[in-house]
């Protein structure tokens, strides 16, 4: 089992060299956070901290599992309104006690208000520990309603809840199944508005299901309401049950409800077509449950966020949260990886391959909190609420071997894994509606991520100096002075694009232009193969400038393919690739027109026409003869060989697209050769591009795929030479055998 697992190298990393976001000017008494070289938070997790006598932090919810009561005060006394008083004050303000083990010496430990509610005034459906049995096989037990226990992911979830509300952020959070999240924030919720008066709280779902059904995040507010009324001294009235407008306090008997009557209140909206149903309801806090199925969550941020503002002041918090769905989750995933763009709290990426340096969203970790025990008998989770994370990888590992193998299709078991995710990068993959989907695209996608061998590729631009097409480098502009972001841009690696990526991006360069020795024109020359390459290019539609363009707009994807061809022994590989977004038109277009210049494009440059301008700039360059047609036959095949009479594809209508998609499939998977091991190599083993493969691994119907809409050209281009040659051999003239060969006539 591989236990090199990046959040687990963060919590054992020295942290020394970390300013606190205390000293950075944040409030956050406990130095709870630090701030990552990145600018996004780091949680001040020490190597070697153990959380210990943690009894002392439930001594309430042990006296009423005991004696099914608080108290043993009577209603009223004096003794009743102390005891009343005092857990109000820690509701609100939290507790501390003697619980942190760290360098070998015991130091308090200070958990929120909400956290200590959680765990001493929430009953919640849990796994019943006495229950439990293991065997080859896996676990089992059973579930009983008791007060949640102590565990080091939910200390930190109610960490970051509270530094948001003192720091004026909202929060985004990518979170796995089994992790008590629902739980959580509906114990927050119940928390606030039986501590605070004349209070609203407003939970927002696409489908009001997931908020008032049985297990829905309102359900579980007004469970808790309830049981503050029914066994705890927190008594303030219910003056509604409507589970859309769940209301505290009392009426009189003239029906009318008075000053002093608690007042606050639980909205439950839709944002299923009305992004605005948060509006005018002055919500301090809005929770957003499944974000995942919310499309319009971009919408309903652009009007929600700036009406919990007054002036710069933020006056309510918005904590928006998901989990690995069926549906398309771009927008979801967007947002995520570009925490800024809402003012969510940034963090560092401690949990992603490769990504420190990058911000995201709060992300936890299935293995994060996950009870169970390994094959030594190892426990995933002690008594004490310490998480074991090699032993939970290892825990994870075995219920996601035999999941797979109980799982009917690969992408039932892919979007298993989304939801019980280790890093975040891993739970934004679903496949559904994904006709791609395969294993073999998915340990593909995994080469090209993890494996340093495929990354053979050059980055930079290409220019024209002296009547010649040049490639030059990132790193040679760099070397020679000039500046990034303005005379030359990174790659963007990412799908969708994070907010720490300049649209900009450059061109990815993996195999130079072939030349041979050839003869032109009774002329012996060095040059490149007539039709050895091709391009296919899906243009934006208008210009943009920069600092307005997000994930959601659409890209420029240009790919340069080689074909298959005597010099590379008839098999052919993606060449180069560009995908950005300039600030015109003109200048994506150019690229595409230098890439043409520089590969020898001639009458193989296809582009999209139904947006843009590009046949028009390449008449302007006069250019022209770099273009193709699209072919006709492909959708007609009463069109015998027949071409488009103007330039260009045009691939608008969703008949074509369905047809160019299936066509794309049949391309990709299309057999090229074995591997040493008699595997079979496919055509998509030869686009070298990562966030290409990823791109169609993360494909669905409703998204923006500008990658994939290029390659369906590619795919209609193949399929039309493949016609042509057949038709080509169907039409020669065949040598029959019993022909005499001194007689035959040759021509």
């Given amino acids: 089992m591989d236990v090199d697992y990046p959040f687990l190298r963060y919590i054992n990393e020295d942290k020394s060299k970390y300013k606190t976001a205390r000293e950075a000017g944040y409030i956050d008494p406990y130095d709870d956070f630090l701030i990552g070289d990145s600018g996004g938070f780091l949680m001040n997790i020490q190597a070697g901290d153990r959380y210990v006598n943690t009894n002392l932090l439930i001594e309430v919810a042990n006296y009423f599992r005991k004696y099914k009561k608080y108290t043993p005060y009577k209603e009223g006394s004096l003794p009743y309104e102390q005891f009343r008083l005092r857990e109000e004050d820690r509701r609100k303000n939290g507790f501390t006690a003697p619980c942190l083990l760290r360098n070998g010496k015991i130091k308090n430990l200070h958990i929120t208000g909400g956290h200590y509610n959680f765990i001493n005034y929430c009953p919640i459906e849990q796994l019943d520990e006495s229950s439990v049995k293991t065997g080859t096989g896996g676990g089992v037990g059973k579930k009983h309603v008791d007060f949640a226990k102590f565990i080091d992911a939910q200390y930190w979830t109610w960490k970051v809840m509270e530094f948001c509300e003192n720091n004026g952020f909202h929060l985004i959070i990518d979170k796995t199944r089994r992790g008590g999240f629902s739980y959580i924030q509906s114990s927050d919720d119940s928390n606030t508005l039986n501590l605070y008066p004349k209070k609203v709280i407003i939970h927002v779902a696409n489908d009001y299901k997931y908020l008032t059904q049985k297990g829905g995040l309102s359900q579980f507010t007004i469970d808790q309401l309830i049981f503050y009324e029914t066994k705890s001294p927190f008594k303030r009235g219910i003056l509604s049950y409507d589970s859309a407008d769940f209301k505290l ?38 929770k957003v449950e499944e974000l995942s199925t919310m499309i319009n969550f971009d919408d309903f941020m652009t009007v929600t966020e700036p009406a919990m503002r007054t002036g710069s002041y933020l006056t309510g918090n918005m904590y928006c949260w998901g989990t690995n769905t069926t549906n398309d989750i771009s927008v979801f995933e967007a947002n995520f990886f570009s925490p800024n763009s809402h003012n969510f709290m940034p963090f560092e990426n401690v949990w992603d391959k490769d990504a420190r340096g990058t911000t995201c969203g709060f992300f936890k970790p299935y293995v994060w909190g996950l009870q169970g025990e390994d094959e030594y008998g190892n426990k995933s989770l002690d008594s004490d609420g310490n998480s074991n994370i090699i032993a939970a990888l290892s825990v994870a590992a075995k219920e996601r071997k035999n999941k797979k193998l109980k799982c009917k299709t690969f992408g039932e078991f892919i979007n298993y894994c989304g ?23 998915d340990a593909w996608e995994k080469k090209l991520s993890n494996e340093d061998s495929y ?9 024209k100096v002296n009547d010649e097409v040049v490639f030059m480098t990132n790193k040679r502009l760099q070397a020679e002075g000039k500046h990034r972001n303005i005379d030359w ?3 963007i690696e990412n799908v969708p694009i994070r907010s ?10 993996f195999f130079p232009p072939v030349k041979i020795d050839t003869i032109i024109d009774e002329q012996r020359v060095h040059a490149i193969p007539k039709g050895l390459y091709s391009i296919c290019y899906d243009p934006v539609g208008i210009d943009k400038i920069n600092k307005e363009i997000t994930s959601k707009h659409s890209h420029n994807s240009i790919a340069v393919y080689e074909n298959p061809h005597a010099v590379n022994g008839f098999k052919g590989k993606c060449v180069a690739v560009y995908y950005g977004r300039p600030e015109s038109l003109e200048e994506a277009d150019y690229i595409c027109y230098l890439l043409a210049i520089h590969y020898d494009c001639i009458g193989t440059t296809n582009v999209e026409i139904n947006r843009g301008e590009t046949i028009s700039n390449f008449k302007k360059w006069k250019a022209t003869k770099y273009l193709s047609k699209e072919p006709v036959f492909i959708w007609d095949n009463t069109l015998k060989g ?39 190599i496919l055509v998509l083993h030869s686009i070298y591009d990562h966030p290409t493969i990823l791109e169609i691994k993360k494909f669905n119907t409703t998204g923006n795929f500008d990658r994939v809409s290029q390659m369906i050209i590619r795919a209609i281009e193949v399929k039309a030479m493949d016609i042509k040659a057949k038709s080509n051999i169907k039409d020669r003239k065949k040598v029959i055998d019993e022909e005499d060969i001194l007689t035959r006539n040759w021509y």
């Fill in 500 to 509: 720490n990526e300049h649209h900009h991006g450059c061109i990815r360069r």
């Fill in 642 to 680: 027949m071409t488009e009479n103007t330039y260009g594809y045009s691939i608008g209508s969703d008949k074509k697209k369905l047809e160019g998609l299936r066509l794309l499939k049949e391309w990709l998977y299309t057999i090229i050769g074995k591997d040493e091991k008699g595997s079979n």
């Fill in 419 to 441: 939801q019980y995710a280790n890093e975040p990068a891993e739970s934004f993959n679903s496949i559904s509606e994904n006709i791609f989907s395969s294993e073999t695209l």
């Fill in 455 to 463: 990354k053979f590729y050059d980055d930079g631009m290409l220019y």
């Fill in 249 to 286: 306090g009392y009426k009189l008997k003239n029906n009318i409800e008075p000053p002093n009557s608690w007042g606050s209140a639980l909205l439950s909206v839709s944002a299923a077509n009305n992004p605005e149903c948060a509006i005018g309801k002055d919500g301090k806090k809005i």
């Fill in 489 to 491: 841009f990174e790659y």
